[in-house]
């Protein structure tokens, strides 16, 4: 029998023949390459009614984009005139087609910008150039500056203004009405000490106005058809402003939701008369409270606040307009059996409308009979639970309450059911659109066991709301009537605020008001920084009364005074919803992301755009480089390498995640020598962008277990978000998928 090597050596010697004379196999296609760099990728991202076509032709046939699509770019073309793009969908030769130029926007890595709130700094202007923006700043030239605003804000422009449009006065909700605002390019500059970076934006609302008639740019642009309509994931249109001086009387009439007001003609007023009932102002109040041995007399005290509550809604009219909810925690049932439950929602808001569905609901809810195991409860259940379960579609106020008199069992904590850190059940609620306050129960037993000084500091962080403040009041000793009095003046607020919503007309911003006459009679001067909003007018149909304006504690002053602050936002953002006005579809402006009056204000949130499908990868690849670590399977050099990897792809190219780091079976881009090429221009880095081999070995062990446990906090953050699937965007409409969308915040990413 001949042997294997006798008959393999044949075998082989025809495979090699055959190999050596048939044609060789075309090696992929790779992307072009960006200008100096050797592994970066050129890409671009669709905007609103990009038509993707089979030949760089006009005539040809066209398959709609969905909106904001990120491709490779392949190859570009000059075709009769016009500028074509050859894309695809990735890096490994999958060309779709081509797309002409002028509907794509140059994507040189994945962050984008969001308007924060305009709740205690001025709205962001927005500049024709880098060197007018970089003047102003040098200068720091307070009196030009407010001239430049008032203009900006009154839409007094001259056509030479170095202004080309101003944020819009309400919030705009990036889950009703999408925008993107990538970063084109950075400067870093100094304001008044404060590190602050001059940004070159693109501004691209997901349904755009002809561009041909409202692009205002800092640079020529070529001409563009009008894209088709996408639909929205939402019906409500964002807030708008006036048309540039520019635009015509046409156009102002055509105009549509976006996300940054052209500068030109005044505002127009709020609405004066009350919207639709279908379409009015609603608030959602949900109350979190700590159901254990001790809490019976609070649980007690509650009851009788809520029926007041009802008693008063029902006196006004409001019974339709605030809804309540209820939910109750505890601690660990499987440590103690009688403790029965860790969270239950005893009422939800669409059974809380009505003071008889409320009650019928909640008369079962009573304290527990046995103590739980240890003094700390787990309240994340219970504030995690009401943001899941509840329906907070419809309600433009929401509201969650937590009352307790321990502190919580947060990510780290063995006992803590939801895993997540304090910062990130914070951003949840923020996702949501929700605002949580704390009443913290200062008892003679939390003092004995020391507990109030950190229960206060997490609480404290828990209910920060940007550009406010924090919501958190602490009831000395515990007092009942001293809680019950607290509860009753900010559901009173709430109330008041909701009859209000559309009889309060704005105030005027830190520059109207220095430049506006002296008024008849006098009136408090708003802070510059965050102006406090005026006491609302009397509504024409009774509604609860207001609190008295000074109370006698600071405490609940300073705390009234945020409710005012956050009660106004809120309604400025319903008020301002249908405000008519054109709004430049796409244009390029460089902003400054500091407040130029207090720098140390920010103004913009910075976020990467994640497909559903992304985060579940980021969340499994970091998962997997923490198991690694932990496991000793990591060198400190290779666990910050894979991290450093990790968020550096994320910020460039999420669609990368996957195959960025040696967990997932790929290259480590680091030891590829490449990772400098994706954090160098890079307008913002972190902490672990910062970190060195050198720093983390100079750190004690405490301060590395803390860094670890704020990556597995994130990692719990992004199954909690992957979750909520009423957040995700899907840009062509439909249900949400893996193609699904979410700006996260760059703070909760690696």
């Keep these: 029998m001949p042997s294997t090597r006798a008959f393999l050596i044949p075998v082989l010697g025809l495979l090699l023949a055959i190999s050596a004379s048939a044609p060789a196999a075309p090696a992929l296609r790779k992307p072009l390459l960006m200008a100096g760099k050797q592994t970066l990728y050129q890409r671009a991202l669709a905007r609103p009614g990009a038509g993707l076509h089979a030949s760089p032709d ?323 259940a219970g504030i995690k639970r009401a943001l899941e379960e509840m329906k907070w579609d419809g309600f433009q106020g929401r509201y969650v309450v937590l009352i307790t008199d321990a502190g919580p069992r947060p990510g780290r904590d063995p006992l803590g059911s939801t895993h997540l850190e304090t910062d990130a059940l914070r951003q949840l609620a923020l996702d949501k659109g929700v605002s949580l306050w704390v009443l913290h129960l200062l008892t003679p037993e939390g003092e004995k066991l020391k507990d109030h000084a950190s229960a206060a500091a997490q609480y404290r962080r828990l209910s920060d709301y940007p550009g406010i403040g924090d919501f958190y009041y602490g009831v000395k000793m515990g007092d009942v009537v001293d809680y019950g009095r607290v509860l009753e003046t900010l559901t009173t607020q709430i109330s008041h605020q909701v009859a209000a919503a559309e009889r309060v007309p704005e105030p005027p911003t830190p520059v109207q008001a220095a430049a506006a006459p002296a008024p008849a009679q006098p009136a408090p001067a708003p802070s510059p920084a965050a102006p406090r909003p005026p006491q609302a007018p009397a509504p024409a149909q009774a509604a609860p009364a207001a609190t008295a304006p000074a109370p006698a504690d600071p405490q609940l002053a300073a705390l009234q005074e945020k409710v005012e602050k956050l009660g106004y936002a809120l309604r400025m953002r319903y008020l301002q919803r249908d405000t008519g006005g054109q709004v430049p579809a796409v244009f390029n402006a460089w902003l400054l992301d500091r407040d130029f009056r207090n720098p140390e204000r920010a103004t913009l949130d910075v976020r990467v755009l994640l497909t559903r499908d992304q985060l579940s990868d980021l969340h499994q690849v970091l998962k997997q480089v923490l198991e690694r670590a932990e496991e000793g399977l990591l060198s400190p050099r290779g666990f910050i390498d894979d991290l450093q990897s990790l968020a550096a792809t994320l910020s460039r190219d999420p669609a990368r995640v996957g195959g960025s780091t040696q967990a997932a079976g790929a290259d480590n881009l680091a030891d590829l020598g490449y990772m400098r090429e994706y954090i160098e221009d890079l307008p913002y880095t972190g902490e672990v962008m910062d970190l060195s081999l050198e720093g983390w070995e100079d750190w004690p062990a405490k301060r590395q277990l803390e860094f670890l446990h704020r990556l597995e906090n994130k990692i719990a953050y992004y199954q909690a978000l992957h979750d909520h699937t009423d957040l995700w965007i899907s840009l062509g409409g439909g249900p949400v998928t893996g193609d699904s969308v979410f700006p996260v915040p760059l703070e909760m990413l690696p």
Excluded: C
């Design 58 to 380: 006009a005539a040809s046939a066209a398959r709609e984009v969905v909106p904001f699509s990120a491709f490779y770019v392949y190859a570009r073309r000059q075709v009769n005139g016009g500028d074509w793009v050859e894309v695809g969908s990735d890096s490994h030769g999958k060309v779709r087609g081509w797309i002409p130029a002028s509907d794509l926007i140059d994507w040189k890595q994945a962050l984008t910008v969001a308007f924060r709130d305009p709740v205690g700094h001025d709205r962001v202007l927005l500049f024709r150039d880098r060197d007018s923006l970089r003047s102003l700043v040098s200068g720091r030239d307070l009196g030009a500056y407010e001239r430049l605003y008032r203009q900006a804000d009154s839409g007094d422009l001259a056509q030479d203004s170095p202004i080309i449009g101003i944020q819009p006065r309400g919030h705009l909700d990036l889950r009703e009405d999408f925008y993107l605002v990538p970063i084109q390019e950075h400067a870093e500059v100094f304001l008044a000490g404060e590190k602050a970076l001059m940004l070159q934006v693109t501004t691209v609302p997901l349904r755009e106005t002809p561009r041909a008639e409202t692009r205002v740019a800092a640079a020529p642009e070529p001409a563009a058809k009008e894209p088709a309509p996408v639909p929205a994931p939402a019906p409500a249109p964002a807030p708008a402003l006036a048309p540039t001086p520019a635009a015509s009387a046409p156009a102002a009439q055509a105009a549509g939701p976006g996300p940054v007001a052209a500068a030109a003609s005044a505002v127009p007023p709020p609405p004066a008369s009350p919207a639709p009932k279908a379409d009015a102002y609603r608030a959602g109040l949900v109350f979190v409270i700590d159901a254990t041995l001790s809490m019976g007399p609070y649980i007690d005290r509650t009851r009788e606040v809520v029926r007041k509550v009802y008693d008063a809604l029902k006196a006004a009219g409001l019974t339709q307009r605030v809804s309540l909810g209820l939910v109750a925690y505890r601690d660990d049932p499987a440590a103690v059996p009688g403790v029965e439950y860790l969270s239950r929602t005893f009422v939800n808001l669409d059974q809380g409308t009505t003071a008889e569905s409320f009650f019928a609901h909640v008369d079962s809810l009573k304290p527990s009979s046995v103590s739980t195991r240890a003094f700390r409860e787990d309240s994340f």
